[in-house]
């Protein structure tokens, strides 16, 4: 051939703009399934060159609709290959989320499904007639966890794959167990009460008086102790009042459906506060007035689907439910909403340096601004107006009006 070479012909590659189409899961109907053959076997592969004839079934357990059951079975063999999406590979940690794209070169439409289980099924040969453990279902072949080796594996889970936060709350949580299962139980018990129940008796205690308002000193020569923010918000509180704190640290906006306007408003004081534990201060009055509202929503007919999805701390959806008294039809009583009310009030005053604007606040707990004077000076407030703008100030001693009741006949 001497030195003229052969030109190798490239295949063209294949260019399509097509419209991509999402399919969500339905549950009257099964998705596709994925299985693969570890062993090597090839059902493409045989000595005619065809495609071998499978038989294929799907099992449901009758129990828990979510377990599936493959079984692929070569026709004429005594071996089937056999794969579940609960057992063997399948329990292992996954970090991905799979789904299954069909392209019709016709219409020019790429459809995204979703496989089942979101799991690629292992299919292990297994002899007929042998498999009668395997086929059984796996809770019954081994023992359940224990409560204490569930413990360790969610621990050690929440260290490899979760957030700062979420590993900080663990791990008070975890040395919380270890005191109690060393047998100084009370030790345990003085850490839990202080961390959850203490400031909530304190609550208690002050809300038993007629003012039902958050605990206050009438001897306070400055507004900041007129209130004292130690007796409403308890040490143990702060470390799950980092959320606010943390998405400003990693520079995310806050989505104002997510946040009441008060908060949402005001989230550029945390861009100008340079004080790390002022700016950490101020993020955790935001977020407690944030569950706060959420709070009143969920327990509320007017705002229950704001609240819908909002996540509450343990250790403030305890002291909330116990302080606000919810009962068993789930809404606030009467009296616990002005509770509620004036806490939230009490807390805006702290976030504005006593001089609030209640037009943010009152939008978010759902009350005209003006209905919304009242409750101000009943915490023995005072409402100025400058330029046009009614600003709530804290005078201090606190004045409280006087209460006025009816005269009985």
Known sequence: MGESTKKKTKKKKETHTVAMETIAENSNNISPIVGYFPSGYDPLRNNN?????????????????????????????????????????????????????????ETQTLKIVPIAANKIIRLEPRVRGLEVQETEDPDTAKQELTAEERNDKMRELTQAYSSKKSIRQARKLHSLRQQEDTG??????????????????????ATDSARNIPPHDLDATIPQLAYPLDRIISKGEWDFL??????????AEMTPDLYPSFVYNRSYKLEHTQDEDEKKRLAGIFSFITHLVKFKDKHSMDGVSSAKHHKFPGILSQKF???????????????????????????????????????????????????????????????VREKNVVLATLPVPLVFPSVRRKRRR
């Not at 590979?89 to 991905?96: D, V």
């Not at 943010?360 to 919304?372: E, G």
Request: aromatic share 8%.
């Open 242 to 251: 980092l959320d606010i704190f943390e998405l400003t640290e990693a520079g």
């Open 49 to 105: 060159g065809g495609v071998e004839e499978l038989s294929t079934k799907l099992y449901r357990n009758a129990k828990r609709h979510n377990r599936l059951q493959l079984v692929v079975s070569p026709n004429g063999s005594q071996v089937d290959f056999v794969g579940t999406n609960y057992s063997g590979e399948a329990t292992s940690a996954q970090l991905c989320t799979y789904s299954l794209g069909i392209l019709d070169k």
């Open 321 to 383: 439910t116990s302080m606000f008294s919810i009962s068993d039809s789930k809404r606030l009583p009467e009296e616990k909403l002005t509770l509620l009310i004036n806490y939230v009030l009490v807390l805006t005053l702290f976030a504005d340096d006593f001089r609030s604007d209640p037009s943010d606040i009152a939008k978010d707990l759902r009350i005209n601004a003006v209905a919304l004077r009242p409750f101000y000076e009943y915490l023995g407030c005072k409402l």
């Open 184 to 205: 100084n139980q009370e030790e345990f018990d003085r850490n839990i009460a202080g961390a959850i129940n203490k400031e909530a008796l304190e609550v208690a205690v």
